[in-house]
């Protein structure tokens, strides 16, 4: 049974951090790229970070660029991201999506996603 488990989510000061956790099984966690999405309330779901099956090649929304770190460890089936000097502009729900090819067509088993963390900024 495929599933994805975030955690680490939780309330944070402005300028504070945060690391969450996703945790994989079920399915070939090598075979998948990773994606963390956020979605505020009222607002569309967007991608946040995005890295790559073996992790060699990452990507970040605009607005966390330099704040924000995506990373995983194939051994322990886990990705991870890591939030520094958050905003209260990042209170969201972060969800775990996992992707595998094609990308450009959405299957019942290539596109997977958890059931989300919620993350405050606030003071």
């Known amino acids: 049974q495929l599933q994805l488990v975030e955690s680490g989510g939780g309330l944070a000061q402005p300028g504070g951090s945060l690391r969450l956790s996703c945790a994989a099984s079920?399915?070939?966690?090598?075979?998948?790229?990773m994606n963390w999405h956020r979605q505020a309330p009222g607002k569309e779901r967007e991608l946040v970070a995005g890295i790559t099956s073996a992790g060699g090649t990452t990507n970040y929304a605009d607005s966390v660029k330099g704040r924000f770190t995506i990373s995983r460890d194939n051994a322990k089936n886990t990705v991870y991201l890591q939030m520094n000097s958050l905003k209260p502009e990042d209170t969201a729900v972060y969800y775990c999506?996992?992707?595998?090819?094609?990308?450009?067509?959405?299957?019942?088993?290539?596109?997977?996603w958890g059931q989300g963390t919620q993350v405050t900024v606030s003071s």
């Open positions: 079920g399915f070939t966690f090598s075979r998948y790229a």
């Open positions: 999506n996992a992707r595998a090819p094609p990308f450009a067509i959405v299957t019942r088993t290539n596109n997977y």
